[in-house]
């Protein structure tokens, strides 16, 4: 993107949400669904005073297993701001997780978010939170005891939504080039739920169902008050379309 800056440190984070997914792309021969004008599904447009024109763009990727592959890339050098999210969508009727990554600098800080959105309740299904998420525990116990990470600041609303595997923290550019190697650990593991698929204990109606919910307050911003400043960085029209976008609508 234009705007990214030249200083390494800003493009760190692209550079982790970015080769996640060309890799997810390549391993399921995807195709980009572009504009009419054949470029980006969607160009984001700055609303603020100090940052005018293209400070985003969100790419749709479609093939394979996946129902959909949706980037959001936001970089404002003018308020220091260098964001970066990844959501790979599997079907509605399928139980394999959703895979996300958000990648960001903000300021002087680092965060990531790295998860597998769960299908089911795991506290109604424990057959399936064994098959599909205890497996990931060695991984997340190795990314949780990095050294430069710190919890970051969300609500329990928000975790209720996700998974308990769920890792979420800022961190220093050390730490940060460490999580590489760990995003790459959980890809690989969620490849393998893709391929193999996932035992399902409820219906495909009810998969579909919840999976309509889930989303909805996951990308909600009376959960997450992300939204109200994307809301105000690119306008409302597009931040609605991008938010309809990612709950599949």
């Known amino acids: 993107m234009s705007q990214l800056s030249v200083d390494q440190k800003l493009s760190l984070a692209q550079e982790l949400s970015d080769g996640t997914v060309d890799k997810i792309v390549a391993k399921y021969a995807m195709k980009e669904v572009l504009a009419s004008d054949g470029g980006p599904f969607m160009t984001l447009i700055s609303h603020l005073p100090m940052a005018q024109g293209v400070v985003g763009k ?18 404002v050098p003018q ?3 260098d964001s970066h999210m990844l959501y790979g969508f599997m079907p509605a009727d399928s139980a394999v997780p959703h895979f996300t990554l958000d990648s960001v600098k903000a ?17 109604a299904h424990t057959d399936y939170m064994n098959q599909v998420f205890w497996p990931l525990t060695d991984k997340f116990n190795a990314a949780e005891a990095l050294d430069g990470i710190e919890q970051a600041h969300i609500s329990p609303r928000q975790r209720a939504i996700m998974s308990p595997w769920m890792l979420v923290h800022r961190a220093t550019e050390t730490a940060f080039k460490t999580l590489f190697s760990h995003v790459d650990g959980y890809l690989k593991y969620w490849y393998g ?4 698929g996932v035992d399902s204990p409820v219906s495909a109606t009810e998969l579909a169902v919840r999976d309509k919910a889930n989303r909805a307050a996951i990308f909600s911003p009376e959960i997450d008050p992300v939204w109200k400043r994307i809301e105000g960085l690119i306008g409302t029209p597009a931040s609605e379309q991008l938010r309809a976008i990612l709950r599949g609508e």
């Open 58 to 75: 969100v790419r749709i990727f479609a093939g394979g297993p996946l129902h959909k592959l949706v980037t959001c890339s936001i970089v």
């Open 79 to 81: 308020i220091q701001l």
């Open 107 to 123: 300021g002087e800080h680092f965060a990531f978010h790295l998860d597998l959105t769960p299908r089911v309740d795991l506290g």
């Open 193 to 196: 739920l893709v391929d193999q």
